[in-house]
């Protein structure tokens, strides 16, 4: 390319607009759209409009596109004929707010308070997005075009296992067709430490439930004589984690590639204060398998934990019931290279050998993804580095990821494509817990960020 | 004494306003008396001021007594001077309602179908209570006098311990003298086969929380390197016992007495069908500890049971959280001599001892009460099996059950009394469940059988 791109106006435009993007981004967030709650579809469906929206009111050609769940928002500004093509990838849902009480102001109700935007999909992942909109917005308002040609593919069903997203990614390969992908749904390192995250955990996920009595019993007239469901869950969930923390399902480590050398000094390298980590936890003690640190247990070793489990009386004082069911909902993270379907299958078998008689086992799945580790050494990530430097004023550390975003998988496998995963929140954002938020200025530096982005994938 | 009590006119009575009692009974149900729900407490006093009224229309000196909870309604009927005194015991409250999506008619909305009366409390104890009431209003009407001396003590706090009836006791102690005590609060053995129940397990209720981090937390970020509540919940609750059903806390059997080979040929020789049994509960087998039959297994030997489950998330569809917390409600049975104190002491220890660092545990203690086994042999005893026989038509079969009332274990100690235990409802009347019923036949039988007994006591 024979374009200069000069950066500096598209840098002092988002800096004079700092606040009404803010003010935008809260109308984003008081829109209440819970994936995994049916009772909030119409809510999603507002929030694909008001994206759909925004990307139209920027210039890009968008559609928004029906799923069997869904919809999908699509948008593209393809102008930049020999310049590569960047696929952004978002979502506008976002995890179910409740603890409600816990929550200092209502997950729905954005409030900002000592320079943070408290609600839920403030990080994840409005905030993030709306970033990357907010900066080709500017380009093309100051520019009149991008650096770049750039897609936007934004779904609505992430938090609930992306299901109807690869199918859209096959049907539409043509139409997505790029060089990388660029996803905003991780985090920095830590407060000042800005990062690019290059391997990411995958999951599996599933729920399993212990059917007892037809329907809860008196535990006096009947106690000692049935099996009791949750006692009987509680010796399963029990038995798939050994005093070492490693799971006790058959072959569960078999496909693990081990750490390297390289990567487990590099993770040593990185600065980690244990006190401090649990402190802004609140625990006493961190705890996971035995002989990895925090950082590799987190990011490179697979888990196995219970989300929630329930049955029988919850209510207040006694009730001397034997419960007619009890259920777990049990998420595993992979590394590479294990594979999801396959566990996923060995977790039922070890709980339905382990299932004693007089109660039913039923063992349901949700999405599985696997795990996923970037070249660290591409042209791509050389420009990411740039772009993070640029706006967060410091080069980012490369780090690894715990959590799983199965699409960056798919881009692989369906479009051929690498991610760079650039993240601007932290983990101590509280994503996926009560009051959520988001640093203003990691707002703020992440659309510098994403705004040079676009530059340096042209140099 | 030299009086002959002719029960006919009063049988007659009874008879004849058969129809009247049961409309009379439903009155009581509509009040929604649930005790371990503080929201019902104006309810649970409502249903006190009804009894009070109850028994002072029946020509009883009654009072209602204030304690430090829900309050005790007093009745005396002491015009047989020379004659034995009984004095009846039940309660006014009753358990929770839920699950309510399984009720076919609402709990406090009493419903008559195919012969029997649907409501919570039906049977447990607002049905069988009642009897006694009409019982003794129907000697009073017709006969103009008891045969016996007569005291009621009605509390509304069985169903959460009734930790205000021992002090009630102890401070009444003079007032309360009695001879016999007469408990409605358990069931015949079968359809059709009435019965003395001469022993009861005790019980110890507990609650243990497992506290992991300060709120709930993204599973991806920080699983694998935080103690899980819920994983840590369900592996101490699996602790609990092994697959034999034996209870792993150390020295919980210490101090059971075992069987003899005179009860194990008592129970062996009471008609019971194990397919009958599962069937009418849904499951496809007993379950229990290695070496007892079910009888045996319910009404003699100790148990270790989880009411209820509950932490993290619940709804539709995966969270991926570590839960901050994790609650389990446990209550064990109890059998002579095991002590509630000192067995709930070592439970936490076990508890304790397991609990792994990282995350806190939290216990709690409900009532406890110790196991009961009266002398079969008295004339008390002898007298209830003439009341039996003449209410119901068949002479009762001598039976031990699983349940706990405490008052038992407190009447023998505070009051010098033993306790007839007389039950007129059916395991089958799902008390503590979803449906909760009282055959109308039993409900007359019971009638009759208690103005049956106040003649046989003094003949």
Redesign the interface.
Known sequence: MTDAFDSSTVDSELRENRDRHVTELQEFLRIPSV????RHHTDCRAAAKWVHDQMAACGFATETVETDGLPIVYAEWMQAPGAPTALVYGHYDV??P??LD?WTTPPFEPAIRDGCLYARGATDDKGQLFTHIKSVAAWLKVAGRLPVNVKFVIEGEEE??SSNLDRFLADQKGWLACDIAVVSDT?QYGDGIPAITYGL?G?L?C?VTIR?????????????????P??V?????????D?D?RIQVPGFYDDVVPLTDEERQAFAALPFDEHDFCQS?????????TGYT?LE??WA???????????????????????AT????I?C?LVPDQDADKLTHALEQHLRERC?????LEFST??GAPAVVCDTSSPYMAAARTAVEAGFGLPPVMIR????IPVVGSFKEILGADTLLLGWGR?SD??????EHFHLDDFHHGTLASAHLWAALNS
Do not use: M
């Open positions: 994936s995994a709650d049916s995890q179910p409740d603890p816990e609930v296992g985090a955990r999951i996920a729920e007892g009595p037809r329907q809860d019993l008196h535990s006096g007239v009947f106690g000692g004589a049935i099996a009791n949750a006692n869950l509680a010796q399963l969930i029990g038995s798939l984690l005093d923390g936890l609140g625990i006493d003690a961190v705890s996971g398998e925090t247990r987190r070793r697979p888990t196995c934990d219970v989300n929630g489990l329930f049955g029988g009386y919850s209510g207040e004082g006694p009730k001397t019931i034997v419960p009890a259920t777990a909902k998420t993270r004693p008689p007089g109660v039913r949700y999405h990821e715990g959590g799983s983990n509280n994503l996926h817990g009560p009051n």
